[in-house]
């Protein structure tokens, strides 16, 4: 299985040499390369990369903010550091900031192919499986309440996908930018896998408070609702029928009256295809200022109401009165 | 004093509030006025980012938005546009309070100082 290696430094000399170098191991590696961080986190967006090589100085995103970044985003894809100002105070903050290997100029293209080898042949140390439904798998990882990230492929689809488990509980998933549940979603919807085992796993955060089969059992519903177009009266596109989307609302709303009492200053709760819009654009300027997606705001547009909106599966929009207060309402909606 | 020093001093307790990374201000045809990130904080993305950030939001005139990696607030003005960038742990009630403060007082340096000489026109 050919792995693709991203390269970030921005030494265009050195690049090439490396990739050059790297010629030698094609029948393991591609190699992509990029001139800084935020060059590498839009190829991260688009590719579906093991291993990430960075320089620790650069413009505009240095090393250190692109291992961070990665290690928030990516857990699942290692690190390794290449400096020619290596001191040991920077080896410690990259190995803390999650970094796998450090590695000082100049130094031995083999050197750094072997590390690079060695840390490709980690997400495979636990076994593979080929064609494989994954649902019935990662049921059998619960029971067994293991500690790894399965890597998954859909080769019909093209895509390839991460899932953590700690102590059999599913932490997290990743495909593409994506995270969380959504991710997991997307996971358990494709139907022949070929899947890898490394025996750890990086996250350590539990993104997904749901159970595996209510998980699995949702994933084949939203499949299944996807082959069947939704009809044009539907009010919101991504919800999975206008009850969903109802209980979803009243639960926002519960959630605010509940903690702020009548006094909270909430109008209405709704879903609006035009707001989804903006979340999205607002997320997507967000990604490319290294911000990440959209998870909430407060909108004042001059008007006697103010909205906050909700980013998620379902963008939830909430017009609020000039008296609701504000703060504790954002403190609210972001626990 | 330099324009970049006037400025400086307008936002500088802002630049100073605990989680602040940086601070940029644009006219309203997205020309940048001052930009200035803390020690640490992001890289300056393009100016031309933040305006389509600000452009997204349609007419607000206000905005605090959490992102997944850090929190942004956008003030529009009649001279333009305050875009405040934090960490995800930053007090936003605290920003928007030095926000009521400050641009009142960068209305005062025009009348006083000329602020429209920081404008192109």
């Known amino acids: 299985m ?63 903010e692109l291992l961070a970044a990665i290690m928030g985003s990516y857990p699942d894809i290692p690190v390794i550091i290449i400096t020619g100002f290596s001191t040991p105070d920077m080896e410690r903050l990259a190995r803390q900031g999650g970094a796998v290997g450090f590695i000082a100029k100049p130094f031995l293209i ?14 495979t140390e636990g076994g593979t499986l080929h064609n494989v439904s994954s649902g019935m798998f990662l049921q059998l990882v619960e029971m067994e309440q293991k500690t790894c990230t399965i890597r998954l ?9 991460a899932l953590f488990f700690v102590e059999g509980a599913l932490f997290d998933a990743r495909v593409g930018n994506l995270q969380g ?7 358990f919807g494709w139907e022949q896998v070929s899947l890898s085992i490394q025996d750890d796993s990086p996250v350590r955060e539990n993104r997904i408070q749901k159970d595996l089969h209510p998980l699995i059992l949702e994933a084949a519903r939203r ?31 519960n959630k605010i009256e509940q903690s702020l009492g009548p006094r909270s200053g909430v109008e209405s709760v709704f879903a609006d295809s035009v707001w989804d819009e903006r979340v999205k654009r607002l997320s997507r300027h967000g990604t490319k200022l290294n911000l990440g997606g959209l998870v909430m705001g407060y909108i004042d547009r001059g008007d006697p109401r103010d909205y906050v909106v909700l980013s998620g599966d379902m963008p939830t929009v909430i017009a609020v009165s000039r008296k609701c207060p504000r703060d504790k309402l954002m403190q609210i909606l972001m626990s | 004093m330099t324009l970049r020093d006037d400025m400086r001093d307008v936002f500088k307790d802002l630049l100073a509030v605990d989680g ?37 939001l349609g007419k607000a005139r206000e905005a605090e938005l959490v992102f997944e990696r850090g929190q942004v607030y956008v003030r529009r003005t009649a001279d333009g ?27 005062e340096q025009r009348s006083t100082k000329g602020i429209k000489r920081f404008f192109k026109r």
């Open chain 1, 223 to 253: 499949k299944d609702e996807k082959k069947t177009p939704p009809a044009a009266t539907r009010q919101h596109p991504s919800m999975a029928g206008k009850e969903d989307a109802d209980g979803h609302l009243a639960r926002v709303r």
């Open chain 2, 81 to 107: 546009v305050l875009v405040v960038v934090m960490g995800l742990i930053a007090p936003c009630a605290v920003i928007r309070l030095n926000c009521d403060i400050l641009l009142p007082a960068l209305k």
């Open chain 1, 181 to 187: 549940e959504p991710a997991a979603y997307e996971i």
């Open chain 2, 20 to 56: 602040v990374r940086g601070v940029v201000f644009f006219t309203p045809s997205g020309e940048r006025v001052f930009e200035e990130f803390n020690i640490g904080g992001s890289e300056p993305a393009a100016v031309s980012d933040w305006y389509s950030l600000v452009a997204s």
């Open chain 1, 2 to 64: 050919i792995r693709t290696i991203l390269l970030v430094d921005d030494d265009r000399e050195m690049l090439l040499a490396l990739r050059e170098g790297f010629g030698r191991y094609a029948e393991s590696m591609r190699v992509l390369l990029a001139g800084d961080g935020l060059e590498a986190l839009e190829v991260l967006k688009h590719e579906p990369i093991s291993l990430v090589v960075t320089d620790l100085k650069m413009p505009r995103m240095d090393g250190f």
């Open chain 1, 153 to 161: 492929e859909d080769k019909a689809a093209g895509k390839k996908g």
């Open chain 1, 110 to 123: 083999e050197s750094l192919a072997r590390q690079i080898l060695t840390m490709l042949r980690r997400e």
